[in-house]
């Protein structure tokens, strides 16, 4: 059955093996979520259902925001997202969702927001080659020719300096190295996008 889960990068550390090797391992605080609703192709055109992470105090909230929870008899959550599903007729509204639906050997995809850097030249951003720094150049950082002449205008796509980051951005096919539901902590395999507090969604590989 298709999953996922919401939740929060802690950080980067290592884990071993009992043979000693280590893995470089991403610990994610996942969940507790909770159903919200729930979303069916003959209402809405498709599948899914709608989860809801840490909890807000109710004077936070706007009048629309406490009608929906309060429809659902649930208390307001700070963060909203859906995720697709096959069958979200086999969840409940105000069903918890925690850590635990991920075992140890999975395989899952965690998206983000990559980390932002401001408006960055063309060397930061995309790997560019500087120009000689010696013997008069005068043309050390700068994008170059845009070879524009004939049709006159820059083409869509042209790799130039612009504002890098802050994209959503998936980091695919990873392991489940250690599940820890009493503490809401998963850890993944590798690296994943987005700084540390930063907001992730926890899904099945669709490579797996």
């Known amino acids: 059955m298709p999953k996922g889960i919401l939740g929060r990068k802690i950080g980067m550390t290592q884990l071993f093996t009992e043979t000693g090797v280590a893995i470089p391992v991403t610990v994610i605080k996942a969940g507790p979520c909770v159903v919200v609703e729930k979303r069916t192709p003959e209402r809405d055109g498709y599948s899914a259902i709608q989860l809801g992470f840490e909890e807000k105090k109710e004077f936070r909230a706007s009048r629309p925001v406490k009608g929906q929870f309060a429809k659902s008899n649930l208390a307001a959550m700070r963060i909203l997202k859906e995720i697709r599903l096959n069958d979200p ?3 409940e509204i105000g069903q ?6 991920f075992q140890l050997g999975e395989k899952v995809d965690v998206t983000g927001t990559s980390k932002g850097h ?7 951003r995309h790997g560019f080659h500087r120009g000689p720094m010696t013997h008069g150049s005068k043309y050390h950082r700068r994008p170059g020719s845009l070879a ?7 083409f869509k796509g042209r790799k130039l300096p612009g504002h890098y980051g802050a994209e959503r951005v998936t980091a695919l096919n990873l392991e489940v190295i250690r599940v820890e539901p009493e503490k809401d902590l998963l850890a993944v395999k590798g690296g994943i996008p987005g700084p540390r507090k930063g907001l992730v969604v926890i899904k099945d590989s669709v490579k797996a």
């Open 118 to 124: 401001g408006f960055a030249g063309g060397i930061k």
């Open 96 to 101: 918890q969702i925690k850590a635990d639906i």
């Open 89 to 91: 007729e086999s969840y």
């Open 148 to 154: 524009a002449k004939g049709p006159a205008r820059v």
